[in-house]
Every structure is written in structure tokens, then in C-alpha cells.
């Protein structure tokens, strides 16, 4: 369990950036979920559940999420689940129980970058967007790939075209986190095939995703796309799992996630 | 006595503590703790093999709310056992309180006791200790002979052999023998064998250990505790802590859950010693990863089975080989171990020789100690699987190779010494979950499309019900002044309901509604005595006991009712709350009776006391029967379909029944399937938080179905048997079968995990 | 710090400390039936309701419910009472330590869900483990107290 010098519930962006800038461990709060499983001393805690953040809606044609916003929000909302075949509903709704989704929120999740996590590797077969305090707004993907730094997740754009997409797991019991996970997605020509909790987290498979994107979908093109798959990005072995059992699942994942989403309508 | 025209015995009657209970009433250990209890800590070792060489308190004790800190130096030295076994145990008395010794990460170095948590926490931190870092013994494969010796102690003592050879930490050796096996093993057709790795289950019961303690008016030490065992705790607490038994009182609330984890002393003596030294109460709650990682567990195991049979699929010689882990402290090693061939050998009686042999080590880790289905869970995976691969080779159907060979009603076995089975409905068990299961049609499995298969295995089982010749149990029922009843036993109800069963079973003798009696239990100073709740046992002997005392005080009501009636004895019979005459035209109530022999003239309490003690174990049964599907692809392991059919002679309460049995399938399932135990190279271990150590949770089990056969146990209490352990032990079995007749692949070190299922296929 | 509160439709002031968990504040405030079982948000035996939806008492801080609404067990006796009824009926209380926060997060399902399956059944309760059952009593429980076949 953590420790707190003060708690604030800051008015504003601004000034919640300011106290959070101003000492290093002073932190931001999310569901407090992995915050409480540590024993963090924390200077002070600052609490974002007054900004209104905590909403899901239509905006210029994008879905708008705040950072508040709870996984059981995600999971239930009528808008994901009419968009992309569900495809982040469908990533959420295993984890843990009802209960547990109704304290955990959006913003945590992502910005802490969790290997583990389900919902990043569904947000990144999407054209997702994140929007930081500082750093602004920036695709999804760039978000990974930059040094960790301090900021506030202040929301997530999520671009309203018509892709197909779908979200496929393994673990080795229902409330586990997730052996493997794999999203693929489909938009006009192009495909995105994302595999996470390898145990490291998500990661576009770009070979394989192109490979996909110039054939014909043949079962010999699918193979190949997730044999690719398999043998671009990088696995790890951990009490879960091998690295060589996590390289063979991926293949198989990659290939029935790509046969999914092409029998979507 | 036949069960027709019943009352209450056979009706599934709700449990007496059932509302308050599932409403949330504060009626747990924690919610009746003094509020201003002091809380205690325990500063745990990070070595698994350590000797203290200096521990420094002082910047600990300065800090504002300490009470009390307490090393090794401040316990006192006389070593005992914290095994719930009757006096004298057949265990080894290797613990203190706190050792100069830690032989296992989470060995109690200090005991802290503080005003709140937070500031026992930061007073943790400050207690310096220097450690000699010692090689530890960590592969229960090696132990035997291993460099290091995990209990050299001088002072290390047993109450009579067991079989102990602490050079070689061997806590206990086991051997038995019937016939030559070697022998008859030459003279069989058909000879299988493998060998089976089951792992160090968890208990995981959802209330962890939690004990408080204070001094009464008297000077007396009382402890409020979560256990199974109250009697035992307090001979363990005076002999730990060098009081007479009678300065101690043991009193066991409402409790969530046991499964045997509770059958072995915990916290009580921390909390104990602390109000010994500051007069003051105190509290201590193990959190989860403490109930995890310092308590106990199943007995992790190595088990070398074969069986031979002749042509004909008789099973003529098994020998089972068994090295079982029990860990830093050896308190149930010789008994589970024991219990490893004495509940799995008699389940086949065409054999013409037997053996058994096995030892139980000490390893640098977490004590194993009772678990539900006590040895026979282990032997069951092993013995029952080898079966399973004899049936194949010998090319039989699995059900028609036990039904060949199982043991039956009226029957006796190698290792039986003569006694005969008093009952058994274990034929018509097998027979009706084949039809439940739909064996005919899905034995052994079906391609299904999408890289699925589905495939169906099966096993058997037996227990015991109460431990012969050892378990008794004493029982008392009073007639009170206002007509009611009073019925105290020492049986411990965790959550099973046996206050319901026994309240139960004295309405039935006693003819009157359930209500009218009042059970309690649970405490050293008023209840009679009981083992406690452990080895099958409540529903058997302290069953036995309460309708013996039931049937005593019914006597005595009825010979009372007879004299005032002014009639003789054979004309009076009991009918709900009255005494009426046979032909019907008087009666007198109970509670006028109670009035005229207790408050009137009579000067006389009716009371019915008796002690009840078994001279068998009558075994029940279960059929297991499995249906998975494979991901030929993945390995993912799904259950479909679960079936048990139990023999446990008579029903008592038809709705609790099928919920032990439901539950205990479940624990079955999860050890099969999910519950991983995993520890790093320095022997800590990993897996210590529902977030490493998946039990099942609803979506992990598929259906359950669970039917009943009832036999007539002659002994037992309205022919009833026990079925607390016994439904613990057919999944394992069940399931690898299962699993193996999809996929073609053994996986012999539990639990199955889809990649174990997948790097078998793969070496297919 | 101060917090306000409604807990069990009663307005409340409680003194708490910045990082205490709302599991701890309710069980010294006398509301017992909250039970603790696990450190790492995974069993759902604290679960109480927040503004009306089921949430781990033992992850949320106690600060963050000022001027929220709360509620226990005990503040939905009836209710509460008419299920366990059911639940005992079965025998599927067992230890009863699971039990009141299933109880909560099966009447939450009951205002949520319209005419669920059992699929959903499942699907809405498994953030609530049990030890001692093995869930079938719990679903034939939750079946009739539904009125679902």
C-alpha cells in the first residue's frame, strides 16, 4: 500500500500539471489498482475525478474518450460496441470482474503502458490517438515508442472510419492476465496485425501487417502474414509462459484473428 | 432404520447460521476483536536456510505506540508441534515459537505488537538482523542425503517412531507390504507404470488466519481463533507457551473456511505470547500473501505407480513409490503420507499383492501440512491414471476395468486386515455417470471442426470417515427449564453446516422441530470433546455421538413422562413437544416435564451424554467423469462437463451434500487445470496473491453435475458415511485422462497447462 | 482530512486519513459485513456500491467518495434479506465470508440487467471467487431469485 503526503483535487489541467511537475514523486491517480499492490511513497496525490473526464462521445468524427473514463464504461458504452466490430469492448471485458473495470480507468491504463494490457493492443489496431497535457496530441503509436516522461493523459481520439477489427487472447484461466494478445484490423486495403503481452506490450508487426495489406488473402497469404508475425517482433519467457510457446501461439492467433475479420461485414 | 417418513434427517434443511451469515453479520474472529487489541506483526526471514547472528530491537522498540517486541531470545525453548492430530501426535515436535534457526523465506524472526498496523509496519523496519546465509535444501528430490540438514536440532522429538531420520531429512518413512509384488509382477501380462508430480496446492479459503487473545477475569488466556482444531490449539498453546491447559480457553466463532489449512496451528501463539508479556489483548490477521506463503499446503509429491493385471484386465499387484515434500516442519508428514496408499490400495481387492513405500522429506520451504483429501488426492492422481493406462493397453474400456476390479460390499482387501466393507454403491456410482456423462457415445473423443477436440476420462476414489480407532467424540443434549434443548459438541462447523447436520440428527431421535434446539460448539471450556473438524469426521462420529446422547435423554424424557402420566414405560411414546400415551387420551408437553423435573419436585435435569468413538472408517465413494475440449492448436484446455456421483451412505441434508461435493470437485478442477505453484532459485515464493495463484473462478469451471447412490452404512449414523475429503480427489485424474484420450498427451506434472498440453503434442 | 458522505442513505461527516482505503473507514465505522480477502484487487469480497455501481472498497481511497453515495449491506436489508433467503435455501452460503459482497454485486445485477442469460449471469459475477461452493449453488440461487429458468 501507498503512502500520501497531501491529496489534491486540482480545478483545472494547468495547475494539476504544475503540482504534478513540481516534485518528483508526486503522482497522478488512476484507479489506484497497481498504485496499491506497491509501496510508493507518494509527496502528493493528485486526484483528476472533479475535471470531468469521465465521458465517451461523438466529436467531428472521432470517439472521444477522457482519461476518467472506466474500463466497465468502455466495455458497456453503445458506441464501441456499434463501431469496429466491438473490437474494444471485446478487449476489456475479461478482465478480473465488473467490480474491478468500474474503479479502473482509461487513462491509467494507457499512459502507464502496461505489457500486460488488453486494451492497448486493440487501441492500436485503431487510428488512435492520444492527447497529453505537455506533449499533445499524437498517435497511439508514438506514444509508445517515446521515453517515459510526466504528463497527464487527458484523453484518447479514436477516428470513426469503418474498420473491421477483432481481438483474440489466451490465458490459461479466465480472471489471468493474458498468455498472448492480438488484434487485427482492416481498414479499405490496409491491415494492422498487433500482438501484446508477449510479455512485453503491444507492438505493430509491420512486415507482417504490409505483406498482409498487397496479397490476396489467400489461406497461404494468411499463413505467411502470421508466420511473419511470429518471426518480426520479439517474445519473452515468464511464469505465464515460454518465449517459444508465446512465437507459436502468435502465429496461430495472427492467423484465426485475420480469418475473423475477414468474414466481417 | 430406513430413511422413509423422516423428518428432518434427508431434508435439505437451511443451515442455522445460514442468514446471519450471508448478511454480513459480525460474527467472524476480526468483527468480535476488542477494539483497542493491540495488532501484531511478524518480521518474516528473506532466507530460506538462515541462522540469526545478531537481531537488534532498541530503534524499533523507541518508536511511539510500540508495546512489544520479541526475538528468539524472549520465547520460550521447549519445542512442540502445531499439528492438529490427537495427543500423542505422530509428528515431529521441530517448531519454537521463534528459532534462532529460519528454515524457510517467511520464517518468523520477531513478533511485533503496536497500538495500530502502521505503526507495527514502520517498527518492522526498524529491526536490524544480521544473517549467516546457509545453503538450502530446495528440490524435494534431492533432500534425501542432501549436504544440508534442515533440522539437526539436538532437542528434536518424536512421541513414538515415525519413521525419522533427520541426517537424511527424512521427516517420516512409511512402509507397507502384502504378498510379493516383484513376484506377482513377473506373473502378469500387462505391467504399466509412470511416475506423477501433483503440486503444493493452497488452501486460498477466503478468511485468512486471524486469531485474538486476552486475559479473562481469572488470569486464564483466551483465544478467539479461526481453526478447525480448538481442543488441540490449546494442548499446542500450553505446551508452546508453558501454561497447564486449563490456563488456556479456545473458542472458535463463525470461521470462513478451512479445508484443512485450518487443522494446523497458525497465529495463535503470536498473538498469545504477546498478552502473556503486556497483559493486554491483541490481534493478529495474516494477510493473503502471508496465508500464502507462511502457513501451509497440500504435500507436494513424486509418486511411481504400477499396477499389472492379467489378461483379463484383473489387477493382481500395485506398488506405489512416494517421495512427499513436506516442507520446513514435518507436523501432518507421516499421516498424509500414510494416506497416500492406506485410501488408494483397497479400491482394488482382486489383488494378490501389494506394496507401498515412501518417505516424507524436509525441504528449505513453506510447510505442507492437511489438505483436503489427506494423501489420497496424490495417490488417486497417480494410482488412477495408471489404471487408466492399463485399460488402454489392455485395450478395455476404463469403466469396465473398475467395475472388474473394484472392491465390493461385503467384501475385504489386501491391506483391509479382515474387515469387511460394510458398504458400497461404488458399481452403481461408475454405472450412473457413464450415463450421465454420455460416455457410450463420447469415450474416448470426437474431432469437432475448428481445430477442436472433445474427449471424456473418468476416475474413482475412496476416504475414510473418521480415523478408526482414534477419532471420538463426545456429545451432550439438555432439556432446559423452558422446554427447549440445549446441544453442545465440540465438532467445528467452518462453513459445511455440521451444526445444522447434528441439530439435524438429534431432531430426528428426539422426534421435535429443529428449532427447539440450540447448538453450540466451538469452545474448550463448555463443549465436550471433539477432535475437531478434520479426517472426515463430524458428520460420522460426532454424528454417532449425538444421536447416542439423544437416544439416552429421550429415555430419560419418556421414563419422567411415564411417571407423571402414571403409566408404565411401554405406554408412552414421543410425539413432537409432548409425551402422550400410546392410546392417545394424555400427554403432557415437554416443556411441563422439563418444569416438573427441573424447577418442580423432580430435582432432576434431563441430560443425554455420550462419548463415540469408531472402530472403522467406512470409505465412501466417488465416480469422477470428465469432458474437455482441446485446442489441438493452442493446448487451451476447456471443461465442458463435470459428473460425480458419490456414495456417502445416507444423505443427512441433500442440499449441503451437493454443495460439499460441487465444491470440492471445483478445488479438484482448479488443481487440475489452474492453481500453478511456482517459487525463484533463493526459494521465495512467487505464486502468493490471487493475481499469480488462479483458483477458479466461475468461468473456469463449466458444469458440474453431482448425483447420489445411496448404500447403507451400518455403522454409521442413519447409514451415513463421510463426503468432506472424498470429492476433492477424482478431477485430477478425471481430467488428464480427459485430456489425454483427445490429444494423445500425458501430462503428468499438474496443473495442465495449454502449453504443457501443447509441447506434448509437439513431441508427439 | 474530513470527508461527507451518504452511507446507507445517511448523511455522514468521518475524519479519515489521506490514504486510507474506504474497506478500512467503512469496517471502523461498524459496517462489518465488509470483508478483506486479498491485496491485489481480486477477489470482490469488499465489494459495496458507489453511486449505486459495484466497486472494490479496497482500492478506492476514502477521499475520493466525499459527497458520494455509499452503500453496504446493511443498507439494503430487505432487499438483501430476500436474496440470501434464496441463497441459504440452497445451502450455497457455506463459510458465508464470500458472501455479502456477492449478495451486493448481485443485486447491483439485478438493477443493471434486464432478463440476463445465464451467460451474462456468469459473466457479470466473476469478479467474486468462492472457495467452498464451487459456484453451481450460487447460479441455481441467482436463477430463482431472478425468476430465470
Request: net charge neutral.
Amino acid at each position: 500500500m501507498f503512502t500520501l503526503g497531501d491529496l489534491v483535487q486540482p480545478e483545472n489541467l494547468e495547475t494539476a500539471y504544475q503540482i504534478l511537475s513540481d516534485k518528483r514523486n508526486n503522482t497522478i491517480l488512476g484507479g489506484c489498482a497497481f498504485l496499491k499492490m506497491g509501496s510508493k511513497r507518494i509527496g502528493t496525490a493528485i486526484d483528476l475525478s472533479t475535471l470531468n473526464l469521465r465521458y465517451i462521445h461523438e466529436t467531428d468524427g472521432f470517439i472521444e474518450i477522457g482519461g476518467m473514463t472506466t474500463l466497465r464504461e468502455i466495455e458497456t458504452h453503445t458506441l464501441l460496441k456499434e463501431y469496429f466490430n466491438g473490437v474494444l469492448p471485446k478487449s476489456v471485458r475479461e478482465i478480473i470482474g465488473v467490480q474491478f473495470r468500474n474503479t479502473v480507468t482509461v487513462g491509467a491504463s494507457v499512459f502507464a503502458k502496461y505489457g500486460f494490457s488488453d486494451l492497448i493492443t486493440a487501441l492500436l489496431v485503431l487510428d488512435t490517438d492520444v492527447e497529453l497535457y505537455k506533449g499533445g496530441r499524437m498517435p497511439l503509436a508514438d506514444f509508445l515508442k517515446k521515453p517515459k516522461e510526466k504528463d497527464i493523459l487527458v484523453r484518447l481520439w479514436i477516428k470513426m472510419d469503418n474498420c473491421k477489427a477483432t481481438y483474440l487472447n489466451l490465458r490459461n484461466s479466465a480472471s489471468d492476465y493474458s498468455v498472448l494478445n492480438v488484434a487485427v484490423s482492416k481498414l479499405d486495403d490496409q491491415w494492422t496485425i498487433v500482438v501484446g503481452s508477449r510479455p512485453r506490450r503491444a507492438a505493430i508487426a509491420s512486415n507482417a501487417s504490409a505483406a498482409l495489406s498487397k496479397g490476396n488473402l489467400s489461406d497461404t497469404d494468411i499463413e505467411g502474414a502470421a508466420q511473419k508475425a511470429a518471426e518480426e517482433l520479439s517474445f519473452g519467457t515468464n511464469m505465464r509462459g515460454t518465449a517459444d510457446y508465446r512465437k507459436a501461439l502468435c502465429k496461430v492467433l495472427v492467423k484465426r484473428a485475420i480469418m475473423e475479420v475477414k468474414a466481417c461485414r | 432404520m430406513k430413511k422413509v417418513g423422516m423428518k428432518s434427517v434427508g431434508q435439505s434443511i437451511r443451515k442455522v447460521d445460514g442468514m446471519a451469515i450471508a448478511t454480513g453479520k459480525p460474527v467472524y474472529t476480526q468483527d468480535l476483536a476488542m477494539r483497542h487489541a493491540l495488532v501484531v506483526k511478524i518480521l518474516r526471514s528473506p532466507h530460506a536456510f538462515a541462522k540469526i547472528i545478531s537481531i537488534d530491537v532498541s530503534r524499533a522498540e523507541k518508536l511511539e505506540g510500540v508495546e512489544c517486541i520479541l526475538t528468539y531470545k524472549d520465547v520460550p525453548k521447549g519445542r512442540f508441534t502445531l499439528a492438529g492430530q490427537s495427543y500423542p501426535e505422530p509428528s515431529p515436535y521441530d517448531r519454537l515459537i521463534l528459532d534462532e534457526i529460519v528454515r524457510y523465506v517467511g520464517d518468523e524472526v520477531a513478533i511485533i505488537a503496536a497500538v495500530d498496523e502502521k505503526t507495527a509496519l514502520q517498527a518492522m523496519k526498524k529491526i536490524k538482523v544480521a544473517y549467516e546465509v546457509l545453503e538450502p535444501v530446495l528440490d524435494f528430490e534431492q533432500a534425501i542425503g542432501h549436504a544440508t540438514i534442515v533440522h539437526p536440532e539436538e532437542d528434536l522429538h518424536v512421541n513414538f517412531d515415525i519413521g525419522l531420520q533427520k541426517a537424511q531429512n527424512i521427516a517420516s518413512s512409511w512402509k507397507e507390504e502384502v504378498g510379493d509384488v516383484e513376484e506377482e509382477f513377473k506373473q502378469c501380462s500387462v505391467v504399466v507404470e509412470d511416475v506423477y508430480y501433483p503440486q503444493a496446492q493452497a488452501h486460498a479459503m477466503m478468511e485468512t488466519y486471524r486469531a485474538f487473545t486476552y486475559l479473562d477475569h481469572t488470569g486464564r488466556l483466551v483465544v478467539v481463533t479461526s481453526t478447525q482444531i480448538p481442543f488441540h490449539v490449546r494442548r499446542q498453546l500450553a505446551r508452546a507457551l508453558q501454561l497447564p491447559a486449563s490456563k488456556v480457553r479456545v473458542l472458535k466463532p463463525r470461521i470462513g473456511g478451512g479445508f484443512g489449512g485450518k487443522q494446523t496451528g497458525c497465529v495463535e501463539a503470536f498473538a498469545g505470547i504477546i498478552t502473556l508479556k503486556t497483559g493486554k489483548p491483541a490481534l493478529i490477521i495474516y494477510d493473503r500473501q502471508e496465508t500464502f506463503s507462511c502457513t501451509t499446503s497440500r504435500h507436494a509429491m513424486r509418486l511411481k505407480a504400477r499396477v499389472g493385471a492379467d489378461q483379463e484386465g484383473i489387477i493382481r499387484a500395485i506398488d506405489l513409490e512416494v517421495l512427499s515434500d513436506t516442507g520446513a516442519y514435518g507436523e501432518h508428514a507421516a499421516t498424509v503420507l500414510s494416506c497416500v496408499g492406506h485410501y488408494t490400495l483397497p479400491l482394488y481387492n482382486k489383488t494378490r499383492a501389494v506394496r507401498f513405500t515412501g518417505n516424507a522429506v524436509y525441504t528449505n520451504k513453506m510447510p505442507a501440512g492437511a489438505f483436503r483429501g489427506y494423501g489420497a488426492t496424490q495417490g488417486t492422481f497417480a494410482l488412477e491414471s495408471t489404471v487408466n493406462k492399463l485399460a488402454e493397453k489392455l485395450g478395455m474400456d476404463p469403466t469396465e476395468i473398475r467395475l472388474k476390479n473394484i472392491s465390493k460390499e461385503g467384501e475385504t482387501f489386501l491391506t483391509g486386515q479382515g474387515v469387511l466393507l460394510g458398504s458400497s454403491s461404488l458399481d452403481r456410482c461408475i454405472e450412473k455417470g457413464k450415463e450421465m456423462i454420455g460416455w457410450k457415445d463420447k469415450f474416448p473423443c470426437r474431432e469437432i471442426g475448428n481445430n477442436k477436440v472433445r474427449a471424456v476420462g473418468m476416475a474413482i476414489t475412496m476416504q475414510g470417515s473418521g480415523i478408526a480407532n482414534i477419532g471420538t467424540a463426545s456429545a451432550e443434549i439438555r432439556l432446559n427449564d423452558d422446554g427447549n434443548f440445549t446441544l453442545l459438541t465440540g465438532a467445528t462447523d467452518m462453513g459445511t453446516g455440521c451444526d445444522t447436520i447434528l441439530s439435524q440428527m438429534a431432531a430426528e431421535i428426539l422426534e421435535i422441530p429443529m428449532e427447539t434446539i440450540v447448538l453450540i460448539a466451538g469452545d474448550t471450556d463448555t463443549s465436550p470433546y471433539d477432535p475437531g473438524s478434520y479426517a472426515s469426521s463430524t458428520t460420522y462420529v460426532a454424528g454417532a455421538a449425538v444421536i447416542k446422547a439423544a437416544k439416552e435423554l429421550k429415555d430419560k424424557i419418556l421414563e419422567q413422562g411415564a411417571k407423571f402420566l402414571g403409566v408404565s414405560l411401554k405406554d408412552v411414546e414421543m410425539d413432537g413437544l409432548v409425551v402422550r400415551t400410546v392410546s392417545g387420551d394424555e400427554e403432557m408437553s415437554l416443556a411441563k416435564i422439563a418444569e416438573l423435573t427441573i424447577l418442580g419436585t423432580g430435582n432432576l435435569q434431563l441430560v443425554g451424554y455420550a462419548t463415540q468413538g469408531c472402530e472403522v472408517s467406512p470409505p465412501p465413494y466417488v465416480a469422477g467423469f470428465a469432458e474437455v475440449e482441446v485446442d489441438q492448436e493452442t493446448g487451451k484446455v476447456e471443461l465442458i462437463d463435470y459428473v460425480a456421483v458419490v456414495d456417502c451412505g445416507t444423505v443427512i441434508n441433500p442440499n449441503l451434500a451437493r454443495i460439499q461435493a460441487e465444491g470440492g470437485i471445483v478445488q479438484g478442477i482448479g488443481m487440475a487445470l489452474y492453481e500453478q505453484v511456482n517459487y525463484n532459485d533463493l526459494g521465495k515464493m512467487a505464486t502468493n496473491s490471487f493475481m499469480q495463484y488462479k483458483i477458479p473462478c466461475r468461468k473456469d469451471v463449466g458444469k458440474v453435475r453431482i448425483a447420489f447412490e445411496e448404500s447403507y452404512e451400518p455403522t454409521g449414523p442413519f447409514g451415513a458415511k463421510s463426503i468432506g475429503e472424498v470429492v476433492a480427489n477424482t478431477p485430477s485424474p478425471a481430467i488428464a485422462h480427459a485430456v489425454y484420450n483427445a490429444v494423445g498427451v500425458r501430462v503428468n506434472h499438474l496443473p495442465i497447462t495449454p502449453e504443457k498440453v501443447f509441447l506434448g503434442r509437439q513431441k508427439l | 482530512m474530513q470527508i461527507t458522505l451518504t452511507i446507507n442513505d445517511k448523511l455522514v461527516t468521518w475524519d479519515v486519513e489521506k490514504d486510507e482505503i474506504l474497506a478500512d473507514t467503512l469496517r471502523s465505522h461498524g459496517l462489518l459485513s465488509v470483508k478483506k480477502a486479498c491485496e491485489t484487487s481480486c477477489c470482490g469480497l469488499c465489494t459495496v456500491w458507489v453511486e449505486d455501481k459495484s466497486v472494490l472498497s479496497c482500492n478506492i481511497l476514502s477521499v475520493r467518495v466525499h459527497s458520494k453515495k455509499v452503500t453496504t449491506i446493511e443498507g439494503v436489508p430487505k432487499e438483501a434479506e430476500e436474496f440470501a433467503r434464496v441463497l441459504t435455501a440452497e445451502g450455497s452460503e457455506q463459510c458465508g465470508f464470500c458472501s455479502p459482497g456477492f449478495i451486493m454485486n448481485v443485486l447491483a445485477m439485478k438493477h443493471e440487467l434486464v432478463n440476463p442469460s445465464e451467460e451474462e449471469i456468469i459473466h457479470y459475477l466473476t469478479g467474486n471467487l468462492c472457495r467452498c461452493t464451487g459456484y453451481m449453488g450460487q447460479l441455481r440461487a441467482v436463477k430463482t431469485f431472478l425468476g430465470v429458468l
